[in-house]
């Protein structure tokens, strides 16, 4: 039944599938049938390779986004994360927003280093940042929160840094000192800030002065912390 309404009468086929009145089939064979007539979400919920899988779900550009996300979600960890780094890889620009959709969402079942790497392996810190803004309130681990800064300075996002250098503590704030005077910062209000908090005068005084920003230095010294000039001079 199955296969003769895919030939003759896709619309019907996929119709009958949908409603799941049939679980006793060839699964495979008629996955494979359903892929020859472009049947994409029908294949998914059929194939059980995760090579199959991949081969598929690139084609993300006619499978709904939606759909596709839920999808994702009834996969193991591992596999999730396997097309996860599929769709990213292949075509990032298209993939994308699928891509941080998912990880917000099943980041409670996906390791977030894991997650993390997913962006970090394939260069894209745009959507490593994106990702990471909407669950920073729940991250408690230092290195993630590391990797959270790192990616606001690359994409310019400079007043994000600024919030959570200010508002939150889980950091390391050596090691994110360290990247920010190796980065060079266009904006140097987050170092202001790092420095102030932790109490880096020295350094920062250092910094800014080499680095003839002497208008930042002089406005720290006028506005914020007056009681800090003997240590700057």
Do not use: W
Request: proline share 5%.
């Amino acid at each position: 039944i199955l296969e003769l309404n895919l030939y003759e009468n896709p619309k019907a086929a996929n119709m009958i599938l949908e409603s799941n009145c049939f679980t006793h089939y060839d699964k495979q064979k008629i996955a494979g049938i359903c892929e020859k007539m472009g049947l994409l979400q029908v294949c998914l919920e059929n194939y059980t390779d995760i090579n199959d899988i991949k081969r598929i779900i690139v084609r993300s550009n006619i499978i709904n986004p939606e759909y596709l996300v839920n999808y994702l979600g009834r996969l193991t960890p591992e596999n999730c994360l396997i097309c996860l780094h599929e769709l990213l890889h292949l075509n990032p620009m298209q993939n994308l927003n699928i891509c941080i959709e998912a990880a917000v969402r099943y980041a409670q079942r996906i390791p977030l280093p894991e997650l993390v790497k997913l962006f970090e392996t394939n260069g894209n810190f745009n959507g490593l940042y994106l990702f990471l803004n909407r669950i920073i309130s729940q991250v408690n681990d230092p290195e993630v929160m590391y990797k959270y800064i790192c990616a606001g300075v690359i994409t310019n996002n400079f007043q994000e840094v600024q919030r959570v250098i200010k508002d939150y503590d889980t950091y390391d704030p050596k090691k994110v000192l360290d990247f920010f005077l190796e980065k060079k910062l266009v904006d140097p209000r987050p170092l202001i800030i790092l420095c102030d908090k932790y109490d880096y005068i020295e350094q920062l005084a250092v910094y800014l002065y080499k680095n003839k920003l002497t208008r930042f230095l002089e406005n720290y010294v006028f506005t914020l912390r007056p009681q800090s000039t003997p240590r700057i001079i």
